[in-house]
């Protein structure tokens, strides 16, 4: 993948730029919506398959909505910078019902990543007071490795990339896309943000309880956000009846230090729309 990556860059109009551009390529996993597996496979939706364990995460009484399950050792075939665990399952659950933004450090409890073994589980029904339009429909997927360009042309201009490029920088994006559906679910790589802003800066400041109009009083807290990469994007899905704000995409961030240790405890999520 990454050979095709850099033919496109050199053979755009970005060509000139290609010393600048090539650093910045990153390995993601593109997940297609495709249609119902069996229990125990990476999905959407649907019911969770839970070691018995596992508690359903709550927040202030509610359960949250569970979103995605990935098997990890299927995953880790195209996981090209070995950065997940290559062992058990993650599961991804979010307040669907109040759709938090991640811009208030008290949203803090409003998402859950659980990482487990993959013994023994079994399909769970959700909670009896999670609403029925809070359990989404299932929804299988492919699996296909892609590389990413950081989707805000403001993270490249430092590389002094001038602005009429708009156009061409986007182009290039699409090419190094292994799917033209509109939905992109994603994980790993670079973010594909509906708007410009910088959603590191949201999860760093968010995960030491400061608001972000506050950042500019927290310089040092605030520049340790390059230290946030992108876990899991899951877009509006028609296949299985989400939509977050007005066809937005909700975005799980983690520390590179707390995904190498494994700890899924300091997960940040920005929800995102137009």
Same mark, same amino acid.
């Given at each position: 993948?990454r050979?095709d990556?850099?033919?496109?860059? %050199?053979?755009?109009?970005?060509?000139r730029?290609a010393?600048?551009l090539?650093?910045l390529l990153?390995?993601s996993?593109?997940?297609?919506?495709?249609?119902? =597996?069996?229990? $125990?496979?990476?999905?959407?939706? $649907?019911?969770? !398959?839970?070691?018995?364990?596992?508690?359903?995460? +709550?927040?202030?009484?509610?359960?949250?909505?569970?979103?995605?399950?990935? !098997?990890?050792?299927?995953?880790?075939?195209? @996981?090209?910078?070995g950065?997940?665990?290559?062992? *058990?399952?993650l599961?991804f659950?979010?307040?669907?019902? =109040? /759709?938090p933004?991640?811009? @208030?450090?008290?949203?803090r409890d409003?998402?859950r990543v &659980?990482?487990?073994?993959?013994?023994?589980? /079994?399909?769970?029904?959700?909670?009896?007071?999670?609403?029925? *339009?809070l359990?989404? @429909?299932?929804?299988?997927?492919?699996l =296909?490795?892609?590389?990413?360009?950081?989707g805000?042309?403001?993270?490249?201009r430092?590389r002094? &990339?001038?602005l009429?490029?708009f156009e061409?920088?986007d182009?290039?994006?699409d090419?190094?896309k292994?799917?033209?559906?509109e939905? +992109?679910?994603?994980?790993?790589?670079?973010? @594909?943000?509906?708007?410009?802003? !910088?959603?590191?800066? %949201?999860?760093?400041?968010g995960?030491?309880g +400061?608001d972000y /109009?506050q950042?500019?009083? %927290?310089?040092? +807290?605030s =520049?340790?956000?390059?230290e946030? &990469?992108l876990l899991?994007q899951?877009?509006?899905?028609?296949?299985t009846?989400?939509? #977050?704000g !007005?066809?937005?995409?909700?975005? %799980?961030?983690?520390?590179?230090?707390?995904?190498?240790?494994?700890?899924f405890?300091n997960? #940040?999520?920005?929800l /995102?729309?137009?």
């Open positions: 993948m050979a990556a850099l033919r496109a860059i %050199y053979g755009s109009q970005m060509s730029f010393d600048d090539v650093p990153r390995p996993v593109r997940l297609i919506a495709c249609g119902e =597996r069996k229990p $125990g496979t990476t999905r959407l939706g $649907g019911h969770p !398959d839970l070691p018995p364990h596992i508690d359903w995460p +709550i927040r202030a009484g509610r359960p949250l909505s569970f979103i995605a399950q990935l !098997d990890l050792p299927e995953i880790a075939p195209l @996981d090209e910078q950065l997940l665990p290559a062992e *058990g399952m599961w659950f979010y307040d669907a019902a =109040r /759709q933004w991640g811009c @208030d450090p008290l949203d409003a998402w &659980i990482h487990a073994p993959s013994a023994s589980l /079994q399909r769970t029904r959700p909670p009896k007071n999670l609403g029925r *339009g359990v989404f @429909d299932a929804c299988a997927l492919e =296909r490795s892609e590389m990413t360009l950081p805000c042309y403001f993270n490249v430092d002094e &990339i001038p009429h490029a061409w920088y182009e290039l994006r090419q190094l292994t799917e033209s559906r939905s +992109i679910h994603r994980l790993l790589g670079h973010a @594909d943000p509906v708007q410009n802003d !910088d959603m590191e800066h %949201y999860c760093q400041l995960l030491h +400061i /109009q950042a500019e009083e %927290y310089p040092i +807290i =520049r340790a956000a390059s946030w &990469i899991l899951v877009d509006t899905e028609e296949a009846g989400w939509m #977050w !007005d066809v937005g995409r909700i975005y %799980y961030w983690i520390r590179r230090s707390d995904l190498a240790a494994r700890n405890d997960m #940040w999520l920005v /995102q729309c137009c």
